[in-house]
Nanobody
């Protein structure tokens, strides 16, 4: 599975961004998609993940209610809509994929063998 993330940039506090992750190399609708982020000097952390339907989406507590993960199987693309951004959301965001991760492991980076190159999100006035 190959992943290509895009959509990062500079945004003011309270603003919105939508990240995209284009996947190739496997049957997309079977791919479990995830987003992680890593701020400077901090460990990589889970943001959101989705299996094959919206009902299985999971979110980290800091982004719950502000971020939404979605996917378009026809376009082989996953999205992370980020609203209400604040400076603490500044990080490099990575899209990830797995063909075998189970629900209980979706928040764990080790569950995802495939990683995109990362896209920088900076929230600053």
């Amino acid at each position: 599975v190959q992943l290509q993330a895009s959509g990062g940039g500079l945004v003011q506090p309270g603003g919105s961004l939508r990240l995209s992750c284009a996947a190739s190399g496997s049957t997309f609708r079977r791919i479990i998609m995830g987003w992680f982020r890593q701020a400077a000097g901090k460990e990589r952390e889970f943001v959101a993940a989705m299996k094959w339907s919206d009902s299985s989406a999971q979110y980290a507590d800091p982004v719950k209610g502000r971020f939404t993960i979605s996917r378009d199987n026809a376009k082989n693309t996953a999205y992370l809509q980020m609203n209400g951004l604040n400076p603490e959301d500044t990080a490099v965001y990575y899209c990830t994929a797995s063909l075998t991760a189970i629900t209980s492991s979706l928040r764990t980076a080790d569950a995802y063998p495939y990683w995109g190159q990362g896209t920088q999100v900076t929230v600053s006035s």
